[in-house]
């Protein structure tokens, strides 16, 4: 009983405190348009650095224990399917902001939703939620099993959640915020964020042993999610007109890149 509370406590501290700090971060820089921008990229940065430095070894050391030489093809095959499947999903509604008009002339609900320019970072906000449920419930499963097992472990991998999980509440709530998107969503947006990391670590504590396949395509399709984000915040650089905007854009996204990979190599 006593280990269970120290589970939801340690899940608490890990995941929903840090994302709820993270948000707060951002809706305190929200008035700051210019700096909240660059956060977008730092953002970026951050997903890019989370996708190399934790959830490729992940991949690799699964791929190379269960698949054996076909491995690696397979990671690189999974994560090409999945950012071609977001592409054709951009172009899907691109082709959806071209739908005729109602009989009327006057444009559909649809179109209306779709024409406006809020509505690319509201996607790029859902395109991260849907991948961070994904990634958060394996991510709870490994927290859960890993405390069972080797407690000490467990609390080191705890902190590294809770940084990693700060910067994620930050990086779901900007696009948000630029979409206009109501506060009380976006809490919503951030408890359903937890909700799978919290079932993952109970059902981790529970299991013996983790499926090691269904491990791999989850965060095989999570990582294609998140490098396709990636790419679509850094295609917009190319709509900044001014070079010195351009130039700190880059340099947030570099920055934030390196210092996630040097705590994770510390942690």
Do not use: W
């Amino acid at each position: 009983m006593i280990f269970i509370f120290s589970l939801l406590l340690t899940s608490l501290l890990s995941s929903l405190l840090p994302l709820i700090l993270g948000m707060f971060i951002a809706i305190l820089l929200k008035s700051k348009a210019s700096l909240i921008k660059y956060l977008l990229y730092i953002s970026a940065g951050t997903i890019l650095a989370l996708v190399c430095y934790d959830l490729f070894p992940e991949l690799l050391e699964t791929a190379n224990a269960t698949f054996k030489n076909f491995g690696i093809l397979l990671i690189f095959v999974v994560i090409i399917l999945t950012i071609l499947l977001m592409f054709l999903l951009h172009i899907l509604i691109s082709k959806m902001q071209n739908l005729n008009h109602n009989h009327n002339n006057e444009p559909s609900h649809i179109e209306a939703f779709l024409n406006n320019k809020n509505n690319s970072f509201f996607k790029a906000g859902i395109l991260l939620f849907i991948s961070l449920l994904l990634h958060n419930f394996p991510e709870g499963i490994s927290l859960g099993f890993i405390l069972k097992n080797n407690f000490s472990e467990g609390v080191s991998l705890a902190i590294f959640l809770a940084i990693h999980n700060l910067t994620m509440g930050t990086s779901l709530t900007i696009p948000l915020l630029l979409a206009n998107t109501k506060k009380k969503n976006i809490i919503l947006f951030i408890l359903l964020t937890y909700l799978p990391s919290l079932l993952g670590s109970i059902l981790g504590y529970s299991c013996y042993e983790i499926n090691k396949v269904l491990m791999f395509f989850v965060f095989a399709i999570v990582s294609g999610i998140l490098i396709y984000v990636v790419l679509e915040e850094l295609t917009s650089l190319i709509h900044v007109k001014k070079t010195k905007h351009r130039i700190i854009s880059i340099f947030c996204f570099l920055i934030s890149f390196l210092a996630f990979a040097l705590l994770n190599l510390f942690i």
